[in-house]
Nanobody, 118 residues
Framework: QVQLVESGGGLVQAGDSLRLSCVAS????????MGWFRQAPGKEREFLAR????????YYADAMKGRFTISRDNAKNTVYLQMNSLKPEDTAVYYCAAGRRGSSWEYWGQGTQVTVSS
């Protein structure tokens, strides 16, 4: 069992940056792919990025390339999402997820709200 807790969300202005964190419980963090998703009001959950177990490879949704960066620190059981040049359309609840495969996700955090004002 893995429990995930996101933090770092908040209210920012367009053009600002935020770094989200997701801390995992347990001693098997390094056994999981980690991913970030978001869900805006009235929209489906959207995949943003994922990172493999040792952090050596990342994959991004096309729309996120260049502005968002995923990273992880296995010693701290933490995955990060650095978000730059934020836009109002980035407003959403952001979730982290863990999975033993990069295409399916077994565990989810409760989400952290990001609101970008224009």
């Amino acid at each position: 069992q893995v429990q995930l807790v996101e933090s770092g969300g908040g209210l920012v202005q367009a053009g600002d940056s935020l770094r989200l964190s997701c801390v995992a419980s347990g001693r098997t963090f390094s056994s999981y792919y980690m991913g970030w998703f978001r869900q805006a009001p009235g929209k489906e959950r959207e995949f943003l990025a994922r990172i493999i177990m040792n952090g050596g490879s990342t994959y991004y949704a096309d729309a996120m390339k260049g502005r968002f960066t995923i990273s992880r620190d296995n010693a701290k059981n933490t995955v990060y999402l650095q978000m730059n040049s934020l836009k109002p359309e980035d407003t959403a609840v952001y979730y982290c997820a863990a999975g033993r495969r990069g295409s399916s996700w077994e565990y989810w955090g409760q989400g952290t709200q990001v609101t970008v004002s224009s």
